[in-house]
C-alpha cells in the first residue's frame, strides 16, 4: 500500500514566532524543522505499509527556499522518498493555494491513502487536508484517533464533541490524524544516514502546471489589515509557597463566592 | 447595514442548536439584514430554537444516511450560491464537522477561508474577522479582498447567545447534489464517553492539569479537586496526547475554549496552545513550580509551588470544610 503524508516543514516553535512587517504574515525563511504534529503522521504511514506487507510511504511538502531539512527528519524515520514543492511564487499562499499546489503533487504519487496532520503547529487553519480531499474528489475522515487499513477500506476511530465515532471509508481517502494516535519513532543512526542519499523531488508551481495566479499572495484574495497587543490581564498576585499556598487559593475562591 | 445575508451553519446535537451554533446565529443579527441557518438530520426540529435566536430561515439539507457531513452540507451550500439564492457569508462553528464544511465549501466555491477568527465586525458592507495570534497576545484583523460569499470558521464563545424573541424559523430543504466518491465515508457506530458533572465548556469552576503532575495517576488530584468544587475536569494537550486522559478533556486550540468563573491551572506551563482556549475565562489561578511558566503572566493569582504539595493541601482542606 503507497501512502503519502502531507508534511510541513516549520519554525522553530522553541524560538519567539515573528510576522513579516510588510505582509504581516509569519516570517519562514530561518531554519524548519518538522512539525511535531507531522511525526505523527509518518510513524502511522510506517506502521500502516508495514501491516499491509509492503509499500512506500511518500512525503509531500511545500516549503521556501527548497528547504529540506525537515524532510530529512521523517525520510529518517523511514519515509521512502519526498516530493518538494518550492518556489519563490508560493510566498503569502494560503491554505486553499496550498491545498492546490499539495493536490497536484499527491496526484503523481497516485497513493492509496493521504494522511495528514489535523492542523500545523504554527499557522492552524485546520483546513488543507479537506481542501485537498475536495481537490481530488476523494473521501475524508478528520481527527482519526485509531487508523486501520483492511483491504481497500481505511477503518477510522474519529474524535467528537460526545467520544468518538467508528467510520469507515473506501480508499484512496484522506484521513487527519490527532498527536498521540501512534508514538513516532526516533530516527536511527542508519535511519539518519540513509535518509541523506533518499530521493526528493523538487518541483515548481509551473512543474505541477498550476497558474501563478492560484497561489502566493495574490491567490490567497485576504489581507491582514491589523495586528495590535491583546488588552492585557492586569498583573496578578504571585505567591510563593512555603506550606501556606493552598489557604491562599482558598480565600481567592471565596472572594469570587465559588465557596 | 449593508450586508444583506447570512448563513450560519448550525449543528444540533439532541434536538437543540449548539451553544456555538446560537452564538453565531446572534451576532450574525447585527452584521446582516437576514440571518439564516443550514440543518442537516433532525436539524428542522430546531427551527424554533434557531428562529428565537434570530434565524428567519432554516436550510434543512436532511438525512446524510450516515454519511459525514462536510461534503454533502457544502455541496448543498455551494448549489445555492451557484444558483443565486446562496448569501454573502457563511459562518461556521470550528468544530470538527464544522471544519470539514469550511474546507470543502471553500473548494466547491474556489474562495479562501478565514479560521480561529475570535470577532467579526462590519464596516462599509466589509466583513473583517478578529484572530488571536501568539497565543492571545496579539490580536490580527483580516479581509477578504475578492468578490464572493467570505467563508469563516468561528471558535466557541467569541460572541454571546443573546435571543432575539423571533419566531420559529420556516424549513426549507436544501438539497445536496450527489458529491459522488468525496462523500464515501459511513459511520458505522457512535460511541459516548461518560463523564460526570458539569460539561467542561460550560462549568463555572475548571479544573486543568497538565505535564508537571508527572504522571497519569496523580490526574486523579484534579479530578478530586473539580469534584469538591463542583466543576469540570480539563487538560493540557501533553497530558491528552501522553494517553493520561481522553480528548474531550483537552482545554486549547485543538481542544475546547473555555470561560469560567474560574480557571485552575495545575502544573499546566501555558503553552500557546492552551492559552487560546483559557485566556478568557473571568480569573484565572496557575499553581506551576516553575516561577517563569507563561502561565503566570495571565494568571490573578499565581502560585509557586509543586501541585504534589499544594493540590494534597487544598483538598484535605476544602474535604474538613465538608
Redesign the interface.
Same mark, same amino acid.
Given at each position: 500500500m503507497n501512502v503519502v503524508v502531507c508534511v510541513k516543514q516549520i519554525p522553530d516553535p522553541a524560538a519567539p514566532?515573528a510576522l513579516d512587517p510588510g505582509s504581516?504574515t509569519l516570517v519562514r525563511d530561518g531554519k524548519l524543522i518538522l512539525d511535531d504534529s507531522d511525526a505523527y503522521g509518518v510513524e502511522m504511514a510506517l506502521q500502516l505499509a508495514d501491516a499491509a506487507g509492503g509499500g512506500e510511504v511518500t512525503l509531500v511538502s511545500m516549503a521556501p527556499n527548497g528547504e529540506v531539512s525537515g524532510l530529512r527528519t521523517a525520510l529518517a524515520m523511514g519515509a521512502a522518498k519526498a516530493i518538494l514543492v518550492s518556489d519563490p511564487a508560493l510566498a503569502g499562499t494560503?491554505?486553499?493555494g496550498t491545498?492546490k499546489v499539495l493536490a497536484a503533487a499527491i496526484r503523481r504519487a497516485e497513493p492509496d491513502l493521504i494522511l495528514a496532520a489535523? $492542523?500545523s503547529?504554527d499557522g492552524?487553519?485546520?483546513?488543507?487536508?479537506?481542501?485537498i480531499?475536495? %481537490?481530488l474528489? &476523494?473521501?475524508?475522515?478528520?481527527?482519526a484517533?485509531k487508523v486501520e487499513v483492511t483491504g481497500s477500506s481505511v477503518k477510522v476511530e474519529?474524535?467528537?464533541?460526545?467520544?468518538?465515532?467508528?467510520?469507515?471509508?473506501?480508499l484512496p481517502?484522506v484521513v487527519t490524524v490527532?498527536?498521540?494516535v501512534v508514538e513516532p519513532r526516533y530516527p536511527s543512526f542508519k535511519g539518519i544516514m540513509a535518509a541523506k542519499s533518499k530521493p526528493v523531488e523538487n518541483l515548481t508551481v509551473a512543474d505541477l502546471g498550476i497558474d501563478a495566479d492560484q497561489v502566493g499572495a495574490t491567490g490567497?484574495?485576504?489581507?491582514?489589515?491589523?495586528?495590535?497587543?491583546?488588552e492585557a490581564?492586569?498583573a496578578? $498576585?504571585?505567591?510563593?509557597?512555603e506550606?501556606e499556598?493552598?489557604?491562599?487559593?482558598?480565600e481567592? %475562591?471565596e472572594q &469570587?463566592k465559588?465557596? | 447595514m449593508t450586508i444583506a445575508k447570512i448563513w450560519v451553519v448550525a449543528e444540533i446535537v439532541d434536538g437543540a442548536p449548539t451553544t456555538t451554533s446560537l452564538e453565531l446565529v446572534s451576532h450574525a443579527r447585527t452584521l446582516a439584514d437576514t440571518v439564516e441557518a443550514v440543518v442537516w438530520g433532525d436539524g428542522a426540529s430546531a427551527a424554533g430554537a434557531l428562529g428565537e435566536y434570530g434565524a428567519t430561515t432554516v436550510h434543512d439539507v436532511g438525512d446524510l444516511g450516515g454519511a459525514l457531513p462536510g461534503a454533502p452540507v457544502a455541496a448543498a451550500i455551494a448549489a445555492a450560491v451557484e444558483a443565486g439564492s446562496g448569501p454573502d457569508a457563511v459562518l461556521l462553528p470550528a468544530t470538527y464537522d464544522g471544519r470539514d464544511v469550511a474546507g470543502r465549501l471553500s473548494v466547491k466555491l474556489d474562495r479562501p477561508v478565514l479560521t480561529n477568527v475570535v470577532g467579526l465586525t462590519e464596516a462599509d458592507g466589509v466583513l473583517s474577522s478578529q484572530h488571536a495570534i501568539f497565543g492571545g497576545a496579539e490580536i490580527l484583523t483580516a479581509r477578504f479582498t475578492a468578490a464572493g460569499p467570505g467563508i469563516f470558521v468561528i471558535r466557541a464563545k467569541s460572541f454571546p447567545a443573546e435571543p432575539s424573541g423571533g419566531a420559529p424559523a420556516a424549513v426549507v430543504a436544501a438539497t445536496a447534489p450527489d458529491t459522488g466518491a468525496a462523500n464515501a465515508a459511513r459511520i458505522v457506530a457512535r460511541h459516548v464517553e461518560e463523564r460526570t458533572g458539569p460539561k467542561l465548556d460550560e462549568a463555572d469552576v475548571v479544573v486543568s492539569g497538565g505535564r508537571g503532575l508527572g504522571e497519569k495517576d496523580q490526574y486523579v488530584l484534579i479530578e478530586q479537586l473539580a469534584g469538591l468544587l463542583h466543576g469540570a475536569a480539563g487538560a493540557s494537550r501533553a497530558i491528552v496526547d501522553a494517553g493520561w486522559v481522553p480528548y474531550s478533556h483537552q482545554v486549547g486550540q485543538t481542544g475546547k475554549t473555555v470561560k469560567p468563573t474560574v480557571y485552575l491551572a495545575c502544573g499546566i506551563s501555558g503553552a500557546t496552545q492552551h492559552m487560546v482556549g483559557m485566556k478568557n475565562s473571568k480569573n484565572i489561578v496557575a499553581i506551576n513550580k516553575d516561577q517563569d511558566a507563561p502561565i503566570f503572566q495571565v494568571a490573578d493569582l499565581g502560585i509557586v509551588g509543586d501541585v504534589h504539595k499544594v493540590l494534597p493541601k487544598l483538598i484535605e482542606t476544602l474535604q474538613a470544610r465538608g
Open positions: 514566532p504581516k494560503d491554505a486553499l491545498a489535523t $492542523e503547529s492552524y487553519t485546520g483546513t488543507t487536508p479537506v481542501q480531499a475536495e %481537490l474528489g &476523494l473521501p475524508s475522515v478528520t481527527f484517533k474519529r474524535q467528537t464533541e460526545a467520544g468518538y465515532d467508528e467510520v469507515e471509508c473506501p481517502a490527532t498527536a498521540g490567497a484574495r485576504q489581507e491582514i489589515t491589523e495586528v495590535v497587543p491583546a490581564r492586569a496578578g $498576585e504571585i505567591v510563593v509557597d506550606g499556598g493552598h489557604l491562599r487559593v482558598i481567592f %475562591l &469570587l465559588v465557596l | -
